[in-house]
């Protein structure tokens, strides 16, 4: 690569980060100005969209509710989403008069939208369970009966897919891929919307030791040819791997806010977390005179629920103010790619120690909790024993036991592929899409437990 090409590529430029093309339907793209802009279309798109309204069935952290309700992941999605667009409304604010000379600065307003449509995907690749469901099924194939079927796959991309399963990468997927009898480009959302999901824009092949991955082979074509149309900065020379799109610290950001503080709320409410706790928790985000006016306010209500979700209003808002403007003060370290870790990792002193004392407590408190851990051990039963069933149906079709299980795939998932990469991915599209109740009632009926009512 000669110097003045790479001193192109030595950043990124919000001129081509932010186009409403459409994945699988670029013939059709134009600039037109429109009442409803494209990215709005992404996010209601995504709200009449079958995968998100399963989402309500689906666990977050906690059991889902019986006499309280706490979150599942579509609560969680919508609420990640109301703070995405407040960041990227408060960026868009700043950095439109930065920029308000360039012929491209009216781009810069759509930065609320596109972040929270992209907050709104965030966990439509996650299966049942929480995240109990993702580490069932990497470890299915890692440590698992799925080890059996790593010699008949041959293709090492392949099984690095499976053993390092990731809810980014399979939301990647159900974004993008044309399900059988669906029309190209899966969601076809805007370019912009879907490279703001990838908080990992690699493949599993280059993943960390934590092995987290932004998509799988099947998508690394599309996601390429993303990136390279928006011009997302390539990291080293492999051409497979590159620094993160800005708007996806916005979205790291709006989901590390909601799930930490919300989990705390919900702790609450379950009484696993004392007032007192929480409230200390809570007020350690605020100097002396912002803790005043808050006491001053929380002497008014006497509701003990409802002085935590005015606390917890105020720890959001702080946030958001801090990680918006942490985004601003590093904006050209985030368009060269040197920016590293999470923005709630650099926010002020106050907030980041506070923050992670809510973190810390949720880990000791929380999600070692007695319901917690019940979730997982059975989520974990569960996927289990539904990709024992399904892999070999997929596998030895031509059983009988075979015909009646794939009879109950619906048609979209291409259990018949020919492959058996398709076919294993087939079998995870169908599992990961199902919510917590569907899976748990298929596993009694495979296993006899239940029976059609006669």
Known sequence: ????????????????????????????????????????????????????????????????????????????????????????????????????????????????????????????????????????????????????????????????????????????RLLTHQFQGRRPGGFALTYSTLASIVKYPYSSIQSTKKGKSGFFTSEKQDFLRIARDLGLLPDGDSGERYHRHPLVYLVEAADDICYQIMDIEDAHKLKILTTETVKKLFLDFFDDDRKKHINEVLEIVSDLNEQIVYLRSCVIGTLIDECSTLFCREEQALLEGRFKGALVDHISERPRTAYQNCADTAWTKI???????????????????LLDKFLDAVRFPDKAYSRLLLNKVPEQYEVHSTTLYGKVQAVIDYISGMTDVYALDLYRKINGMSLPSL
């Open 367 to 385: 999600y070692k909790s007695s319901d917690v851990l019940d979730i997982e051990l059975a989520g974990n039963r569960i996927i289990s024993v």
């Open 1 to 172: 690569m000669n110097a003045q090409a790479q001193e192109k590529t030595a950043q990124m430029h919000w001129e081509k980060l932010i186009t409403s093309k459409r994945f699988g339907m670029e013939q059709y793209h134009d600039d037109r100005h429109h009442t409803r802009t494209d990215f709005q279309r992404d996010y209601d798109r995504l709200v009449f969209s079958a995968p998100f309204r399963r989402l309500q069935n689906k666990t977050q952290v906690f059991p889902l509710p019986g006499s309280i309700f706490v979150h599942n992941r579509l609560t969680h999605s919508l609420e990640v989403s109301c703070v995405g667009r407040s960041l990227g409304n408060n960026v868009s604010a700043v950095l439109s008069e930065k920029y308000k000379n360039e012929p491209w600065c009216y781009k810069l307003n759509h930065l609320g939208a596109i972040t929270s449509a992209a907050c709104l995907a965030h966990d439509l690749g996650n299966p049942p369970f929480g995240h109990s469901g993702e580490r069932a099924i990497a470890t299915y194939f890692s440590e698992g009966n799925g080890q059996i079927i790593k010699q008949e796959l041959k293709n090492e991309y392949h099984w690095q897919d499976l053993t390092h399963f990731e809810g980014n990468a399979n939301a990647f």
